[in-house]
């Protein structure tokens, strides 16, 4: 038998490594959550989300973090900072769910929207060769690993004719000092 | 009036899809006395992406940029992308409110952070820097019988404890800036809600979702254009436009300029050295309409 339904949970008494967590590094505190919902009353993309910012909050509190690392919500977010702007306790979720995000790339957990995932994966794989992120290089890479070439291919068109694309994007000179953010970031990310 | 010598972050879009709009910032900031000088060696502020995956990737990459301004001899710098900025001053508030923070950075790019440059996004120089009269002062073709919608979306004021300017909620520095140019702006919603910019390409059913709330705001509040300080909000509310307006059966065909643009036209300058002619949705009929191409 599991917990007895009519046991009521005390989320303050409840073991949370990732509340703790969140405490040590950033000095989020979610026990400061008056669960008002400001967060999720105008979040941007909350009509779609699985769970929308203040349940993510209590899901923190539980201690879930299987959950929010394989939600849906952990990739549509749009970082657009309003939960952050509009908290009365000031609680960082766009940071909660960077943390979370970057924890289960390093776990290797898939992301729930392949293609969000993979977009930014090439773009800060062209930053470290070049620098700097070239608009047609990246697409076309994007179209080469999802195969949907044909997805879009009217705007470029079009995108094209207004003189608008500029396959001649510059790089950072100094490409070198670039790289090597990108050598500490990750060894520091690891232990 | 002497110079006023300010940093220069372009970031990625101005050198590409958005090339109007650094012209247009560029020749605009001239007639007002601002040099912008830009940013030796600049890299990419590494968007929603690196932040997304590797926070600590997305700080050095600002890091870098922001030590570059501060071997430039120079104690601001301005960039007219609101993702930039955000990225660029969410950094700088980092870097100086954690000193082990701060001291684990200098060491990992080599130079020294303890004094950081001020970092604006354009629209502040603009408004704090220049002042709406002198912005009025320069003004030679009022842009008379626009009634526009000033659209801020979701990086430009927020968090305002990052961002410190204008208001979160109603922003107003671009309807000023608009209203000194001899403009109408609408009172409308949307002002700063968020467009779905960061996945303009991977995720595209949201874009259509989000832009298109936004589009049908600006369309109820009686708007002519919609006017932008920030590429993605460009880009995305413009090439979208078309499957948003598929996905609601309602035609928009809302022009979607930056204000350095519509600044310049107020300045005398043309629509083609705007580059006016290059956006999908083309404002010309409408600058023509209004007597001012």
Request: hydrophobic content about 40%.
């Amino acid at each position: 038998m599991g917990p007895d339904f009519h046991t009521t949970i005390r989320l303050e008494r409840l073991e949370s490594p990732l509340k703790r967590e969140l405490k040590d590094l950033f000095g989020i505190d979610v026990d400061t959550c008056l669960e008002c919902g400001k967060c999720s009353g105008g979040c941007s993309n909350g009509h779609v989300f699985d769970y929308t910012p203040r349940k993510i909050v209590q899901l923190v509190k539980l201690g879930a973090e299987e959950t929010l690392m394989k939600m849906d919500a952990l990739w549509i977010c749009l970082s657009c900072q309003l939960c952050l702007d509009r908290c009365p306790s000031g609680i960082d979720i766009p940071r909660i769910l960077d943390y979370l995000r970057g924890k289960a790339r390093m776990k290797r957990i898939p992301a729930r929207r392949p293609a969000i995932g993979l977009f930014h994966e090439l773009m800060i794989e062209q930053i470290r060769k070049t620098g700097r992120v070239s608009e047609v290089g990246l697409m076309l890479r994007f179209k080469a690993a999802t195969g949907e070439y044909m997805k879009d291919a009217g705007i470029g068109v079009k995108l094209f004719l207004k003189g608008k694309l500029n396959p001649f994007s510059p790089s950072v000179k100094n490409v070198e000092e670039v790289r090597r953010l990108y050598d500490s970031a990750s060894k520091r990310t690891k232990t | 009036m002497t110079p006023m010598d300010i940093a220069y972050y372009p970031g990625c879009s101005l050198h590409g899809i958005a090339r109007e709009y650094g012209r247009s910032a560029a020749l605009v900031c001239r007639r007002l006395g601002i040099r912008l000088v830009e940013v030796e060696d600049w890299n990419c502020c590494g968007a929603t992406a690196a932040h997304s995956l590797d926070r600590e990737l997305a700080l050095g990459l600002n890091a870098r940029n922001l030590s570059i301004v501060n071997r430039m001899n120079l104690d601001r710098v301005t960039t007219p992308c609101a993702g930039c900025f955000s990225r660029m001053k969410g950094c700088s508030h980092e870097l100086s409110n954690s000193k082990e923070m701060r001291e684990g950075m200098e060491k990992r790019i080599g130079a020294p952070l303890a004094k950081l440059p001020e970092v604006s996004h354009l629209l502040q120089v603009m408004t704090e820097s220049v002042g709406l009269k002198g912005l009025a002062d320069a003004v030679v073709r009022p842009l008379k019988g626009l009634r526009l919608a000033a659209y801020y979306g979701c990086l430009l004021t927020r968090p305002r404890a990052i961002a410190r300017f204008d208001d979160p909620e109603q922003p107003t520095s671009m309807d000023h800036i608009l209203r000194a140019m001899g403009a109408d702006t609408v009172r409308w919603s949307h002002k700063a809600e968020c467009c779905g910019g960061a996945f303009a390409a991977s995720q595209t059913d949201i874009v259509v979702d989000l832009g298109g709330q936004v589009l049908e705001a600006a369309r109820q509040a009686g708007a002519d254009a919609l006017v932008v300080a920030c590429p993605m909000c460009q880009v995305n509310l413009d090439t979208r436009q078309q499957a948003i307006e598929e996905a609601r059966s309602v035609r928009y065909n809302l022009p979607v300029t930056y204000f350095t643009q519509l600044m310049g036209m107020a300045y005398g300058f043309s629509s083609r050295q705007m580059g006016l002619d290059r956006m999908l949705i083309s404002p010309l009929p409408l600058l023509r309409r209004a007597g001012l191409d």
